[in-house]
T-cell receptor
Framework: SAVISQKPSRDICQRGTSLTIQCQVDSQVTMMFWYRQQPGQSLTLIATANQGSEATYESGFVIDKFPISRPNLTFSTLTVSNMSPEDSSIYLC????????????FGPGTRLLVL | TQLLEQSPQFLSIQEGENLTVYCNSSSVFSSLQWYRQEPGEGPVLLVTVVTGGEVKKLKRLTFQFGDARKDSSLHITAAQPGDTGLYLCAGDNTGGFKTIFGAGTRLFVKA
């Protein structure tokens, strides 16, 4: 399976600031996804990061708040902009590893606390 | 909207007990995955089931995909404290490209 790393692993930020989370995969993958997991909750898909085109956002998530980059087949970033305490969450990237069919593999997550 | 309903939401049991977690939907899925997530970590894939009626075993864990590919179960035999975590089912629908996650079952196994 693909090995996925995320940076930072955790951060504490002040409201109104922005944080960019990086996701690196050790293999080339077509599909990369960004999820949010609020405390004690399941995963909510934010967007699908497409290489060479704009990300596809789910209902309730917008590009101005969560801009995404996907410069190549092994890397993506998610920015959480103009943060508020409600953005405190775990942010996870995942990949649909091409040799793994439709199964998604997850990074370790970025734990964000906004004060 | 497709939904995956997991039950129970929370389970606290003694070491050595057996348990079953259920994942149900009214929709058909082309495949279904089970993940376990420990605190501070991302979800880790346990198994993918694809064929209706399929049963897969992973040591003390038994996974079953319903004949109609609308539901699945995870059975743990002789649970151990190391089984503690959040268990998530996720399904890939047959008509689209999005994976749908259940709300999760939080399992706590007491020594």
């Amino acid at each position: 399976s693909a090995v996925i790393s995320q940076k930072p692993s955790r951060d504490i930020c002040q409201r109104g600031t922005s944080l960019t989370i990086q996701c690196q995969v050790d293999s080339q993958v077509t599909m990369m996804f960004w999820y949010r997991q609020q405390p004690g909750q399941s995963l909510t898909l934010i967007a699908t990061a497409n290489q060479g085109s704009e990300a596809t956002y789910e209902s309730g998530f917008v590009i101005d708040k969560f801009p995404i980059s996907r410069p190549n087949l092994t890397f993506s970033t998610l920015t959480v902009s103009n943060m508020s305490p409600e953005d405190s969450s775990i942010y996870l990237c995942s990949v649909e590893w091409d040799r793994g069919g439709e199964t998604q593999y997850f990074g370790p997550g970025t734990r964000l606390l906004v004060l | 909207t497709q939904l995956l309903e997991q039950s129970p939401q929370f389970l606290s049991i003694q070491e050595g007990e057996n348990l079953t977690v259920y994942c149900n939907s009214s929709s058909v899925f082309s495949s279904l995955q089970w993940y376990r997530q420990e605190p501070g970590e991302g979800p880790v894939l346990l198994v993918t089931v694809v064929t209706g009626g399929e049963v897969k075993k992973l040591k003390r864990l038994t996974f079953q995909f319903g004949d109609a590919r609308k539901d699945s179960s995870l059975h743990i035999t002789a649970a151990q404290p190391g089984d503690t975590g959040l268990y998530l089912c996720a399904g890939d629908n047959t008509g689209g490209f999005k994976t749908i996650f259940g709300a999760g079952t939080r399992l706590f196994v007491k020594a």
